[in-house]
């Protein structure tokens, strides 16, 4: 089972804040979360880089996550890739999709194991 994060439309800024408010208020119970942020309905998205505390009151409000997989359109790169290296700081395991691959974002999230040699998951294998 996993937690989804969605968004859509004209998105004022990537505020890692909201994120971690959302992702900590989902947390039940003490296991660790695996999370669906799924931004493939998203029009515009400016993005700001956090600041240092805002990166620091990110590692203190956000719940543990085992696993996260992020589907967006390759303009949202900058932002998933903020956002992932936020995650794997706190040990998270975390992936890429495109919106086409999103129903393997959801069998990548719900598998017990990651296989390191599997490709970029981003794109449909000899392509």
């Known amino acids: 089972m996993f ?9 004022p800024k990537l505020d890692i ?14 296991p660790p979360l695996k999370v669906l942020l799924d931004w493939s ?3 515009s998205w400016p993005f700001e880089a956090p600041s240092l505390s ?15 997989a992020i589907v967006h359109e390759p303009k949202w790169s900058r932002h998933a890739a903020l ?3 936020l995650l ?3 040990k998270a395991e975390v992936c890429s999709f495109l919106p ?10 719900e598998r017990n194991t990651v ?3 599997l490709p970029y998951r981003g794109h449909a294998e000899g392509s």
């Open 3 to 11: 937690f989804v994060v969605r968004r859509q439309g004209p998105q």
């Open 100 to 109: 086409s691959h999103h129903n393997g974002a959801v069998i990548w999230l």
């Open 41 to 43: 309905a998203v029009d």
């Open 17 to 30: 804040m909201a994120i971690a408010h959302e992702l900590a208020d989902s947390q039940r119970g003490n």
């Open 115 to 117: 296989d390191e040699a």
């Open 83 to 85: 956002l992932a290296a």
């Open 88 to 90: 794997r700081v706190r």
């Open 54 to 68: 805002t990166i620091q009151a990110w590692k203190e409000t956000t719940p543990s996550i085992s696993r996260a």
